[in-house]
């Protein structure tokens, strides 16, 4: 089914589901997907919690648009597709849990110190444009789930980074991310 609505109050999808708008589609809420396909398109979308529970052979999110996300993304073992989108995480202390594949992807601590924390185990990818920041007044601290237990990061294009705290992590990229010099 098709949905044209631009403010949801959630979205819970148990089969195949598309949203598409010509303006921005909105939920402070949650999106939760068991068992579907779900495609998401609009210029910009707003969401609250994202959370892809794979039940079937396959369970695809499929981003048609740039990503603001207040609140964590749980991905257990479902298919994100994006072509060139953006994920920013835009709330305060966030989290990624399970291993997951962006496009781009974007958290910033310009208002105050923040924290985005990644599954212990996991690796996140980033096809795309990475990008990262603190700055000299606010650091973005990246951290495992589970002290000691390492994260995996796999930036595959360009890198933006600055003023990190980053803690219990590994590159698994052949090129080496060098934060010297920020």
């Known amino acids: 089914s098709t949905t044209s609505a631009t403010t949801l109050t959630a979205i819970t ?3 195949d589901v598309t949203f598409a708008t010509s303006s921005t589609l909105s939920t402070t809420t949650n999106v939760t997907m068991t068992g579907a396909n779900t495609t998401l398109t609009a210029p ?3 969401l609250g919690n994202v959370t892809i529970n794979k039940t079937a052979t396959t369970n695809k ?3 048609g648009s740039d990503i603001n996300l207040s609140g964590n ?3 257990t073992k479902g298919i994100l597709t994006s072509t060139s ?16 594949t962006f496009q781009n992807l974007t958290k910033q601590a310009t208002t105050s110190n923040k924290t985005l924390t990644f599954g212990a185990g996991a690796t996140t990818t980033v096809a ?3 990008t990262l920041n603190g700055n000299s007044s606010y ?3 990246l951290r495992s789930s589970a002290t000691p237990t390492q994260w995996g990061i796999n930036p595959q294009g360009t890198r933006t980074l600055s ?4 803690k219990d992590s590994y590159n698994i990229n052949s090129t080496v991310i060098d934060m010297s010099g920020t």
């Open 85 to 100: 989108t953006t994920v920013s995480f835009v709330g305060n202390d966030q989290t990624i849990s399970g291993s997951n």
């Open 61 to 63: 999110l499929t981003l």
């Open 128 to 130: 795309g444009i990475l």
């Open 13 to 15: 999808s148990s089969g």
């Open 44 to 46: 910009t979308v707003t």
């Open 163 to 166: 003023y990190l705290d980053v």
């Open 139 to 141: 650091i973005l601290s």
């Open 73 to 75: 993304w749980t991905n």
